[in-house]
Structures are given as structure tokens and as C-alpha cells.
């Protein structure tokens, strides 16, 4: 096995069996097996094992069983399972008939927010990949050498080996770490840090508790996550799963992309009054600084990766079903072949999920937001084994039987999801805004579980 850096720690499971060279094997689809909507590949999803995904626009990836799963923590998570995923990858035998980002080998990730909370941050190789990409599609399957399954083919698509997908019916909720009038003081306190001069912006998270009346199945979410919210990445790794509207990182061909999301507005649901709060918000000097600090770290974070960069000077708004954002896509050329998850673990966290100075921002997270985050608002995603791949942050995010309390209890925990919002607070915020824009932010992971 790779050696660890210090401060990091690691464990590499394989089920079933000890570690052995893979046989990676992928095939192409006719794409006329999957139907032109936006939920098709997540509705191939058998029940069993936490399904990965990552779908946007009927578009992306989706899989299931595990052929390997890297468990990593510590200071250098990113370094730690990267490390461990090529090791594995340069010996596979791969036989790759499409050649596409996503076919071949492909590793999902989840990534705890901080290096010392104690979560373990979890990378896992699906035995089963399907994929969809511009008109093409294709099936992968992962097997250890020596017990080689039957080649990728569309038997591996027949509705005959899917359950039904089951509705979590009634739905409670229950405040999390703290109750809303509790967070709203934490915000004040942050407001007055802010305005004393210690920092510019915090982004303080949020967390609700759901208990259902049935055991919660993860592909019910994500099916209504894909078709409510298509401008969103709907991503399942690892027990977190959400629809994000923030592209961390994608790396392809010596391209990056990064789309930032700071400053938002809730809204009504009144395309005239919805069209004068985008105008607002396009000109409120508040979000428009929230927004220029996320803006500038993720261009400080992806300089030292690039030969060149195009940086907008001014947002576009960003409509989704419940909120407008103000948004930057900031694109570069990579003078080095730095993969995707390298340049996702420079990046995080940025000042849109932590806030500036980043040190100063996450020091006073760990005094004052009262819960642990574990892996809400980290890097989620995946990448190919030649580094290539798509990372998002694990926003408008639930993790499936996580809560304080009963956590040793699978029973109770099978009906039990945790809903993130965060918030980004500098010296002009409002805390009765910010508690009410935190409501917006959850409101995809309660319509998910509707």
C-alpha cells in the first residue's frame, strides 16, 4: 500500500475479498435503452448498497456495488485517496471501447468538510457504471482478475432486477444542532465578529432532522432531486446525497471550469416580482461583496495551476426553482496535468462554503456554528484514472441515518436523514434574512423527501 503522508490516515476495503488486479471493461449502449428524461439513469439504480451518482440534465453517471472503497482522513485526504486510487488503477487491466470522461475506470468521492472532526471521508470504485454523454451511452463493469463476471451489456439494464422504488410517506422534522431562534443568535455573533474587524465572511451551516414513516430509500431522493432541480448535479456518494448548483472543479483535457455561487435572494414564485428580485439582487452591494470574496479566493486557488484565466467581472443570476444566486463560471488552461481532485482539495474550502480569511473564518466556524459538519459542504464528485472528473461541494445535501442520539440503532437510522442549509454572513448581513434564506436552501431535500 501507498505510504501515508503524516497527519493522515487511511483504510482500503475490499469486499469480499484481499486487494487484486481489476478487470475494467466498457461497452457502448444503445441510447435509445434509456428514455429522454432527466431521472433515466438514476432509475437503473437497484435497491441494496448506497448508490453513486452524479446526473445533471439526464447527463452524467450513475452505479452500484463496490468493487473497492478507500475510507482516508487527516490534513491530506485529497493526496491520501488519490494515492490509493492510482496504486489500484495503474494495474488494471482496462478495455475501454468508448473513451469518453466517465468510461473506464471511474472513482466517486465524498470528502469531509475539515481535516479534524473526526469523519471519515470515503472514495468508492462502483462495480457497475452506466453513463450517458452527449447522445452516447455506455455500461462499465469493474471485477477483480479471477473472477471475471459476463461482459457489459444491456442485460445489466433490465427493469426485472430493480424493486420498486418506496416513498418515505410521513415526514417529521426536527431541529438539529440548534433550534432557529438559537441559530439566529449564532449568526448575530458572527455579524459582530465581522464588523469587529477579526474577518470579511462566515458561512455558518445549518441542520434539520427528518424521521419517516418508511425506511428511506436513496434512489426516491434522488429521482425527484434530478426532475426538480435539472440546473443542479444530483450526487449520491457514500450516504450524502443532494442536488448542488456549485461546480467545485471540473477538469477535462487541460481545461478547468469552477462555478461560484454567493449571494442569494428566495423566491416567490411570481415571475414579476421573482424578475425584480433578480434585478435587486444583481445590484445589492451586500451580496455582490459576499460574492466577490468567493470569486477572488477560487481565482488565488487556481492560479498556481493555470498558464491562463478568464475571470468575469461582474455575476450572472442564476435561477433555480427555489433561490437566485448571483454565479461566476471561472475557466482556466492547466500549464500542468493536474487532475481533478488536485485541483478540487486547492480549492476547498473556498470563501463560498467558509468564508475570508479562510483560517480566520474556519477557526470561528469551530467556535461558534455548535455542530460538525462531517461531510456537508466538502468536495463531492468523481474522476477517471487518467485524473479527469467533475467535483461539486455537497450543498442542498442531506446524509442518509445521520443525527445525534440513536446512531447505533440501523433500524432507527434507516428512517433518519439530516438536511444541511449554510449561509454566507458578512458586516451588512441581516440574521432574521439569513434564518429565512437558510429555509430556502433546505427546500430541495424536503421536496426530495415529499
Not at 90 to 100: G, H, N, P, T, Y
Not at 350 to 369: H, Q, R, S
Not at 419 to 424: I, K, N, P, T, Y
Request: net charge negative; hydrophobic share 40%; aromatic share 4%.
Amino acid at each position: 500500500m501507498t505510504s501515508l503522508p503524516a497527519g493522515s490516515r487511511a483504510a482500503r476495503d475490499v469486499p469480499g475479498a484481499a486487494p487484486a488486479p481489476l478487470v475494467v471493461r466498457t461497452a457502448e449502449l444503445d441510447p435509445e435503452l434509456l428514455p429522454d428524461d432527466d431521472g433515466a439513469l438514476l432509475d437503473l439504480l437497484p435497491d441494496g448498497d448506497t448508490p453513486v451518482a452524479w446526473v445533471r440534465r439526464g447527463e452524467g453517471i450513475v452505479g452500484w456495488g463496490e468493487a473497492l472503497r478507500f475510507t482516508t482522513s487527516g490534513t491530506d485526504r485529497f493526496r491520501t485517496a488519490e494515492d490509493l486510487c492510482r496504486e489500484t488503477l495503474a494495474s488494471a487491466v482496462v478495455r475501454d471501447e468508448v473513451q469518453l470522461p466517465g468510461t473506464g475506470p471511474v472513482a466517486f468521492g465524498s470528502f469531509a468538510f475539515g481535516p479534524g472532526d473526526g469523519t471519515r471521508s470515503v472514495v468508492v470504485v462502483p462495480r457497475v457504471v452506466v453513463g450517458r454523454r452527449g447522445g452516447r451511452a455506455w455500461v462499465t463493469t469493474v471485477d477483480p482478475a479471477g473472477s471475471i463476471g459476463p461482459a457489459p451489456s444491456s442485460a445489466l439494464l433490465d427493469p426485472a432486477a430493480r424493486t420498486a422504488v418506496v416513498a418515505p410517506g410521513e415526514v417529521r422534522y426536527a431541529p438539529g444542532g440548534r433550534d432557529p431562534r438559537a441559530w439566529v443568535d449564532v449568526v448575530g455573533q458572527g455579524v459582530a465578529r465581522i464588523r469587529a474587524g477579526e474577518l470579511d465572511k462566515v458561512v455558518l451551516a445549518r441542520d434539520v432532522v427528518a424521521t419517516t414513516q418508511r425506511p428511506v430509500d436513496p434512489r426516491h431522493l434522488l429521482g425527484r432531486l434530478a426532475r426538480g432541480y435539472r440546473g443542479a448535479w444530483t450526487f449520491s456518494v457514500g450516504g450524502m446525497v443532494g442536488a448542488t448548483p456549485e461546480l467545485l472543479a471540473r477538469a477535462e483535457k487541460g481545461l478547468v471550469t469552477s462555478r461560484v455561487l454567493a449571494g442569494t435572494v428566495r423566491r416567490t414564485g411570481d415571475d414579476d416580482a421573482d424578475l425584480a428580485r433578480a434585478a435587486h439582487l444583481a445590484h445589492s452591494s451586500k451580496d455582490l461583496e459576499e460574492h466577490e470574496y468567493a470569486v477572488r479566493s477560487v481565482a488565488r486557488a487556481l492560479e498556481p495551476y493555470c498558464s491562463s484565466m478568464n475571470v468575469p467581472e461582474s455575476p450572472f443570476v442564476l435561477d433555480l426553482p427555489n433561490v437566485l444566486h448571483l454565479a461566476t463560471d471561472v475557466t482556466g488552461v492547466l500549464h500542468e496535468r493536474a487532475s481533478s481532485l488536485t485541483i478540487a482539495a486547492a480549492l476547498h474550502p473556498t470563501a463560498a462554503v467558509c468564508g475570508t480569511p479562510t483560517d480566520a473564518a474556519a477557526a470561528l466556524i469551530a467556535e461558534i456554528e455548535g455542530m460538525e459538519r462531517g461531510r456537508y459542504a466538502g468536495p463531492v464528485g468523481w474522476f477517471g484514472a487518467d485524473g479527469d472528473g467533475e467535483w461539486g461541494i455537497a450543498l442542498r445535501s442531506a446524509e442518509l441515518g445521520g443525527a445525534a442520539g440513536d446512531a447505533d440503532d440501523e433500524t432507527a437510522a434507516a428512517h433518519r436523514v439530516r438536511l444541511f442549509a449554510g449561509c454566507g454572513v458578512v458586516a451588512a448581513s441581516d440574521p432574521e434574512a439569513e434564518l429565512r434564506e437558510s429555509d430556502a436552501k433546505l427546500e430541495p431535500m424536503r421536496y426530495a423527501l415529499a
